[in-house]
């Protein structure tokens, strides 16, 4: 285990996990079954040699949260491009035994759409100089060498998106390949109301100097994971269905449509009131959105914390997927959007992951709309939406293929499908980690939503099993909050 995830003997000391009645099985309940609840379980459950019983509570009607497939008319899709993707070796050494011969790899060609053109992204200044106009490229580069001086003559400190991008791509990057995309997804005022945290985690030591190195082949001992990728053969909600069979096998429970009413703190452990009846447990762990979580807790949290839960807030989605009689439309395997005139900013074609998901001589395809709370796009009707993707894509994208071409389309919702770090994030979550840690013993939180960090799948993994092994020491051991806190970019690794 990497040495950066152990805690020091004091903090380990400071919050220990309290072990009560011993004299009988501990109880562990755990809060969502995205990957992260249903990979606590299995590690419970694998590791506790029969000590725990474990029980997870889902509000859906299927597991996987935002990693799930689904089935309609024959075909199976995903909603997100979800991949299996990761620098951590114990994790592949997991997927391998979990997954076996279902995992497949996948040649990845995620490119960006501006301009009318297609370019590579990761950005590599070769793709770029072949295609953009030859002026673009003298003003990237020229605003690319200002702001290299202007930030030794005149220091800025890096508070939003918008400088953090500047500062490793120059403005003019950042206006035609940042901004669009990002104003896109995280709404009005874009780039600018967000915290450069996000650029941060997700780009880490990515600038315009690694991709002029990589381009010219001075980047070092780097070798980059960006050409292809593993996924299941059958979607990626076969990784949850796997482990769900495994918890099932090794006696946990796993009950989905399960509304959860009030989460009690007890003297000893908790009481879970549900849709469904009261659920004791002596460990609670949780997947859902935390200012949920907060807003369910008793004894009645204090007003300070309840206000910070407002001042958390969230993405939500439409995806639409439509179904199409050919075989393949596109030779994308996901595509990010910029213009401001499509209002998807990104889409995936399923036969480019994997053909087994579709009948045979059909595709289909899922776009994802971004939207805030009460914006027209939350307004809008599902046949309008529908009618408009296959304008749009065909308009754009793939303009062979033909309105007929379309068997039919669905339109799905996603609430909470991204944690948006803006400008005032970082307080209000602080200060409800900070209360949940004092005040709720034996509470881990964990996974996207649970932490509130915009992880990816194997990071809502990990942070699972690493609550299992809090559990199962009886103490914590491990820190959770450093899940996804490397320096490396994450499309790469060190050799």
């Known amino acids: 285990m990497p040495s950066e995830f152990i805690q020091g003997k004091e903090e380990m000391n400071k919050h220990s996990l309290l072990l009560r009645n011993k004299t009988k099985k501990q109880k562990v309940v755990i809060l969502g079954a995205g990957l992260s609840g249903l990979a606590c379980a299995d590690e419970i459950l694998r590791k506790g040699k029969n000590k725990l019983e474990v029980v997870i509570l889902e509000k859906n009607s299927f597991i996987g949260g935002l990693a799930a497939t689904f089935k309609k008319d024959g075909f199976l899709f995903d909603l997100a491009p979800h991949r299996w993707f990761t620098k951590n070796e114990e994790l592949n050494k997991w997927i391998d035994e979990l997954?076996?011969?279902?995992?497949?790899?996948?040649?990845?060609?995620?490119?960006?759409?501006?301009?009318?053109?297609?370019?590579?992204?990761?950005?590599?200044i070769g793709d770029i100089i072949k295609k953009i106009d030859p002026l673009k490229m003298i003003a990237m580069l020229g605003t690319y060498g200002w702001t290299r001086i202007s930030s030794r003559i005149f220091p800025k400190k890096i508070l939003t998106m918008k400088d953090a991008y500047i500062n490793r791509f120059g403005y003019a990057l950042y206006k035609w390949f940042c901004e669009e995309f990002n104003n896109k997804l995280w709404g009005e005022g874009g780039c600018e109301i967000m915290s450069a945290d996000f650029v941060a985690q997700r780009t880490r030591d990515l600038s315009m100097i690694t991709i002029i190195k990589n381009t010219l082949g001075l980047g070092g001992k780097i070798v980059s994971l960006t050409p292809r990728f593993?996924?299941?053969?059958?979607?990626?909600?076969?990784?949850?269905?796997?482990l769900y069979q495994r918890i099932k096998k090794n006696g946990g429970l796993v009950k989905t449509k399960v509304s959860i009413e009030k989460i009690v703190k007890l003297e000893s452990g908790y009481q879970i009131k549900t849709s469904q009846g009261i659920f004791e447990a002596d460990f609670l762990v949780s997947s859902i959105p935390v200012d949920e979580l907060i807003k369910m807790a008793e004894p009645k949290t204090p007003r300070q914390i309840l206000q910070a839960?407002?001042?958390?807030?969230?993405?939500?989605?439409k995806i639409v997927v439509l179904l199409a009689n050919k075989l393949r439309l596109t030779n994308f395997t996901w595509v990010y959007v910029h213009p401001p005139k499509i209002k998807f900013f990104r889409f995936l074609e399923t036969n480019n992951w994997s053909p087994a998901m579709s009948p045979k001589g059909k595709t289909s395809l899922a776009f994802e709309y971004p939207y805030p709370k009460g914006d027209d796009l939350?307004?809008?009707?599902?046949?309008e939406l529908i009618d408009l993707t296959i304008a749009d894509f065909i308009k754009y994208f793939s303009p062979q293929t033909k309105k007929v071409d379309i068997i039919k389309g669905y339109v799905f919702r996603v609430s909470k499908a991204y944690p948006k770090?803006?400008?005032?994030?970082?307080e209000p979550l602080g200060e409800i980690k900070k209360f949940l840690k004092e005040d709720y013993p034996n509470l881990q939180l964990i996974g996207r939503n649970?932490?509130?960090?915009?992880?990816?799948?194997?990071?809502?993994?990990?942070?699972?099993?690493?609550?299992?092994?809090?559990?199962?020491?009886?103490?914590?051991?491990?820190?959770?909050?450093?899940?996804?806190?490397?320096?490396?970019?994450?499309?790469?690794?060190?050799v």
Request: aromatic share 16%; hydrophobic share 35%.
């Open 99 to 124: 997954m076996g011969k279902e995992m497949i790899w996948v040649k990845k060609y995620t490119p960006m759409y501006q301009f009318g053109k297609f370019y590579k992204y990761p950005f590599e």
């Open 230 to 242: 593993r996924f299941p053969k059958l979607g990626i909600g076969r990784i949850s269905e796997n």
């Open 309 to 317: 839960t407002s001042r958390l807030h969230y993405i939500n989605q």
């Open 378 to 383: 939350e307004k809008m009707g599902d046949k």
């Open 421 to 426: 770090y803006d400008l005032q994030y970082r």
């Open 450 to 494: 649970g932490m509130f960090r915009y992880n990816n799948m194997d990071h809502a993994v990990f942070t699972g099993q690493l609550a299992a092994r809090n559990i199962l020491a009886g103490k914590m051991i491990y820190n959770i909050e450093n899940v996804n806190e490397e320096a490396e970019y994450l499309e790469e690794k060190e």
